[in-house]
């Protein structure tokens, strides 16, 4: 008979009384250890090809992996980044819209904000 782990019973048994599926333990949980060493891997071998190259190829590796890198460190901050400055423009979208209502003058679907109505500066 296999064992279980008790929190799993005692899951699977609160989740019976609401009609809830049945929690279930992991398969397989070292899947995250190997891809790290999967990784590890990688990069070993290619320090290693590296190693194998010429002068001049090495430095042309090198070059293109810095070009990699940079790019996903900028796809990175750009999707890190991107709904706070989605929010941003969204505030300032509104405070437009704010200023638009509060100050100046609507003719019709026109809007004339009061600094058109001051008298031209003179050029010198």
């Given at each position: 008979m296999r064992r279980t782990r008790p929190s799993v019973i005692r899951l699977?048994?609160?989740?019976?009384?609401?009609?809830?599926?049945?929690?279930?333990?992991?398969?397989?949980?070292?899947?995250?250890?190997?891809?790290?060493?999967?990784?590890?891997?990688?990069?070993?071998?290619?320090?290693g090809v590296r190693m194998c190259l010429s002068a001049p190829r090495q430095r042309r590796l090198d070059a293109v992996l810095q070009r990699w890198g940079y790019r996903l460190k900028a796809q990175a901050l750009r999707l890190y980044r991107w709904p706070a400055s989605r929010r941003q423009a969204a505030r300032e979208a509104e405070a437009a819209i704010e200023r638009a209502r509060k100050k100046g003058q609507w003719e019709g679907n026109v809007y004339r904000p009061e600094s058109f109505d001051k008298k031209p500066r003179k050029p010198h």
């Open positions: 699977n048994e609160l989740a019976s009384g609401f009609d809830l599926p049945a929690v279930q333990p992991r398969k397989n949980p070292a899947v995250f250890i190997q891809i790290l060493a999967a990784l590890g891997l990688a990069i070993c071998l290619l320090l």
